[in-house]
């Protein structure tokens, strides 16, 4: 089963405005981790939240966990151009340490 | 934060023949790496886990004989493609996690492309 599925696909939307991606999973986790990717290049950590916090801030970043929906979102406020990438959420299981990835959104912030 | 790098960045081989990624984490010990691969578009795949003085776990599906792990140092892992085909051509990336570094957040490198002909 696929752990970690993300939607939307694909974002499109102006600088300014605020970009939420959501991510579902199956299992029971430790915490779960939201990275960046630019295309071609290396994955950036955003933020984690563990699994007893509901909500996690980081300047423009807005991170919710619910552990009962298994759901997650990010907010992205105010985006600008350089938002513009993929993003990916991740989830650390309670049966190991390795993080399982979604499928990611891809983010289009137009100027 | 915590730098990982990868070397070569980008490589292009024959089939055939066999390709050697390093994966190093320059400021911290990394007991555990991790290994990902990730087709254009797709999400990241993990490929195996890496410690440091021990044979590799390998996901499922992985063939062990055919991507090579030796995790030699504290802050060194290698990947290495044996005999290489079209097939294999992906962006391999790496990641560290050590005693040294958070207990919970891996670092990534920049990833390697690798383009078999």
């Known amino acids: 089963s696929q752990q970690g599925e993300e939607d939307p696909q694909a974002l499109s939307i102006q600088e300014g405005e605020n970009a939420t991606m959501n991510c579902s999973y199956k299992?029971?986790?430790?915490?779960l981790q939201w990275y960046r990717q630019n295309s071609g290049r290396g994955l950036v950590h955003l933020i984690l939240?563990?699994?007893?916090?509901r909500e996690k801030h980081s300047g423009r970043l807005r991170v919710t966990l619910d552990t009962s929906k298994k759901s997650s979102s990010l907010l992205i406020t105010a985006s600008r151009a350089a938002d513009t990438a993929s993003y990916f959420c991740?989830?650390?299981?309670?049966?190991?340490?390795?993080?399982?990835f979604g499928e990611g959104t891809q983010l289009t912030v137009n100027p | 934060g915590a730098v990982v790098s990868q070397h070569p960045s980008r490589v292009i081989c024959k089939s055939g023949t066999s390709v050697k990624i390093e994966c190093r984490s320059l400021d911290f010990q990394a007991t555990t790496m991790f290994w990902y691969r990730q087709f254009p578009k797709k999400s990241l795949m993990l490929m195996a886990t890496s410690n440091e003085g021990s044979k590799a776990t390998y996901e499922q599906g992985v063939e062990k004989d055919k991507f090579l792990i030796n995790h030699a140092s504290l802050t060194l892992s290698t990947l290495t493609v044996t005999s290489a085909h079209p097939e294999d051509s992906s962006f391999y990336i790496c990641s560290a996690r050590g005693p040294q570094g958070p207990q919970e957040t891996q670092y990534f490198g920049p990833g390697t492309r690798l383009l078999v002909l």
């Open positions: 991740a989830t650390e299981e309670t049966s190991g340490s390795r993080l399982t």
């Open positions: 299992t029971s986790i430790n915490n």
């Open positions: 939240i563990r699994s007893n916090e």
